[in-house]
């Protein structure tokens, strides 16, 4: 046997060694893949209920702000009330006369009274002060706030309009109080949208008893614009896909993919409207990790 052939054959031998080791190292792998167990955690879907909400920010108004203007021009003798004073309706705030007898034909034309109930917010004048009267700023004496409720302006994006009614809740948390949510509702809204910012305006009413919330306050308002109870749950984590949503479901020890449809989300909770039962023991953690069919071991919590 002459050396070419040898080396042929043995060149042979070689590629056959090679291939053979190829083949081993495919199907060996290919046994070990079908065979490996993957721990998963599962969850059944749980019936519960789900908000569509949107957050805004605006600030804290009186429910009523007046600008407390003098009728009679003079130079103010007396006044009666300090800013942060609560005021009824009809109380003095201050005179053009002091001393003057209130049996004085001319002593309402000298005094000046509150328009309505409330707190002095601001007092423009001090005694001795010369004031125009009139409605020009210059008559501007005091400006006065009704907080038994307060009211807060959020703009509200055109995509949300068709959800915004008046009573919608609203829940709000103020810088001034980080750790409290105050409730109220929306009580009117602006029937038209700003071309501009694609918005409208609503106004949130709340509640303020104690006189605790305070006009200019800032704070976050959340606006529950829809609400489902008694609905299918699961964690958003566990939804797979781009466009066509779909979960891996635990089923006698394998992974099975389930295409489902979504509706509302709120956090980390989605609403699943189709393509699951209330059995469906859902994959939450090592769904991105299984494929149909896989090998699963459901792991305890």
């Known amino acids: 046997m002459n050396l070419k052939r040898v080396l042929t054959i043995v060149g042979v031998l070689i590629l056959c060694l090679a291939v053979f080791r190829i ?16 721990p998963v955690m599962v969850s059944i879907p749980k019936i519960g209920s789900i908000e569509y909400r949107v957050s805004l920010t605006g ?29 009824q309706k009809g109380d003095k705030l201050l005179s053009f006369a002091s001393g003057l007898s209130e049996q004085s034909d001319i002593y309402e034309d000298l005094i000046v009274r509150a328009p309505i109930s409330g707190i002095v917010g601001m007092k423009l004048v001090k005694e001795g002060d010369q004031i125009g009267g009139g409605t020009g700023s210059s008559s501007n004496v005091f400006t006065l706030y009704d907080i038994d409720n307060v009211k807060i302006y959020a703009d509200v994006s055109e995509k949300d309009y068709p959800f915004l009614r008046r009573g919608t809740p609203a829940e709000i948390v103020l810088d001034a109080f980080p750790n409290e949510i105050f409730r109220g509702s929306v009580n009117n809204v602006r029937p038209v949208i700003d071309p501009l910012s694609r918005t409208t305006q609503a106004e949130v009413i709340l509640p303020n008893p104690g006189h605790r919330i305070r ?27 781009e466009t066509d949503k779909y979960v891996f479901v635990s089923r006698d020890g394998a992974a099975v993919k389930k295409p489902i449809t979504l509706g509302m989300q709120q956090d980390n909770d989605v609403e699943v409207t189709s393509g699951l039962s209330g059995s469906d023991k859902v994959i939450v953690l090592g769904q991105r990790v299984v494929k149909e069919g896989a090998k699963v071991e459901e792991a305890k919590p």
């Open 215 to 241: 006009p200019g306050m800032f704070g976050k308002v959340d606006l529950i614009l829809k609400k489902k109870t008694g609905v299918p749950i699961i964690p958003f984590d566990a939804v797979m896909g």
């Open 59 to 87: 600030d804290v108004k009186g429910q009523k702000e007046v600008n407390v203007r003098s009728g009679t021009a003079g130079r103010v003798a007396e006044i009666y009330v300090n800013e942060g004073d609560h005021v």
């Open 23 to 38: 083949y081993y190292k495919i199907t060996t792998g290919k046994k070990i893949q079908e065979t490996r167990v993957i």
